[in-house]
């Protein structure tokens, strides 16, 4: 048996370390001003209407005239590529920075929108439309303030999501838009996406998402002992070596790991996107700050090498570690 002081080995095996994650108001009266008391009406006329002149309501205020069918069709058409280029633009989003600012661009537009169309009186043929049009418009850009939040706080960490989130009121502003444009070939169907239902998916325990040459002797044991689950990811050099699904309360090891120095990066979430490489919702991103080495070692009569075994949750006694990392700085 070969002894050193730290680590020790043991038969063939080094078990080396084991990681861990760590004014007041006034009042007054009103007094009248000079002149003599005049009363006005209609001769005979109890409860008479008075009459009203061009351009004035009954109540003496002016009306404004409804928007001729080009003129609405004009007003619309002024904003319509702006809103669809957001929303197709939100859901084109990679990464959560740029998520996060497709979001707010979208809520401005949308919001905007709302209130310039909200002053205009449309042809009277569409008025009803027009104002679930307007109403659908708010919801969806009030709903998306509420999202950038939950972006921000990666409650929300893909545009898929973000969608799936929006929901009903993403589908009630294309049904609104569809109606608008119906009724007289109103230029309003600005939603260009698909808003997909929320989903739970995950990958079988152990499941490799990217593997390169495992022909070493050491292994690496992963132990995710956390509510959510997990990718590990392990990068030598610039080079990612392997990407591993680790399901909650279960544990994995990789075998045949190559000597090296490694640095190990996970992300915890939930709903993993398979296409995009990400998970979906609650999601987050640390390293290790301690680099792992492993090295094979041949004596005359022995091979010994380095087995490491690391925890994504927290645990007594443990000696290394882990820092957040930037979402968008994660080898994925």
């Not at 569809?178 to 808003?195: H, I, R």
């Not at 995950?202 to 490799?208: D, E, P, T, V, Y």
């Given at each position: 048996m070969w002894q050193v002081a730290t680590p020790r080995l043991i038969s063939s095996v080094l078990v080396l370390a084991t990681l861990t994650t760590l004014g007041a108001c006034s009042s007054g009266g009103l007094s009248p001003t000079g002149?003599?008391?005049?009363?006005?009406?209609?001769?005979?006329?109890?409860?008479?209407?008075?009459?009203?002149?061009?351009?004035?309501?009954?109540?003496?205020?002016?009306?404004?005239?409804?928007?001729?069918?080009?003129?609405?069709?004009s007003e619309l058409e002024s904003r319509k590529k702006a809103m669809t280029d957001a929303i197709t633009a939100l859901a084109g989003a990679r990464g959560l920075k740029a998520l996060d600012q497709r979001v707010g661009r979208a809520e401005e537009e949308l919001a905007g929108a709302a209130d310039a169309l909200s002053a205009l009186t449309p042809p009277e043929a569409v008025r009803a439309q027009h104002e679930t049009y307007v109403t659908s418009l708010r919801d969806v850009a009030t709903e998306l303030g509420a999202t950038s939040g939950k972006v921000g706080a990666h409650d929300l960490c893909t545009s898929s999501a973000v969608l799936a989130d929006l929901g009903d009121k993403l589908d009630a502003l294309d049904e609104a838009g569809?109606?608008?444009?119906?009724?007289?070939?109103?230029?309003?169907?600005?939603?260009?996406?698909?808003?997909g239902k929320r989903q739970s998916?995950?990958?079988?325990?152990?499941?490799?998402?990217?593997r390169s040459t495992l022909n070493g002797r050491s292994s690496l044991e992963i132990d995710n002992g956390g509510t959510l689950d997990a990718v590990v990811t392990v990068v030598k050099g610039k080079s990612k070596v392997f990407s591993v699904y680790v399901r909650k309360k279960a544990k994995f090891k990789v075998k045949g790991v190559r000597d090296g120095s490694y640095k190990i990066y996970f992300t915890h979430g939930a709903d993993w996107d398979g296409k995009n490489k990400a998970f979906t919702r609650n999601c987050s991103f640390e390293r290790f700050e301690k680099t792992v080495k492993f090295k094979t070692t041949f004596t005359a009569t022995q091979i010994l090498w380095h087995d490491w075994r690391i925890t994504l949750h927290s645990i007594s006694g443990g000696n290394v570690r882990t820092s957040e990392v930037d979402p968008d700085d994660f080898p994925g």
């Open positions: 002149g003599e008391p005049r009363v006005t009406g209609v001769a005979g006329g109890d409860g008479a209407v008075p009459q009203t002149g061009p351009g004035e309501s009954s109540s003496g205020g002016p009306t404004t005239a409804a928007l001729t069918p080009e003129a609405y069709k569809k109606a608008l444009q119906s009724a007289g070939d109103y230029p309003a169907d600005v939603v260009s996406v698909k808003a998916r995950r990958l079988s325990n152990g499941s490799f998402i990217r």
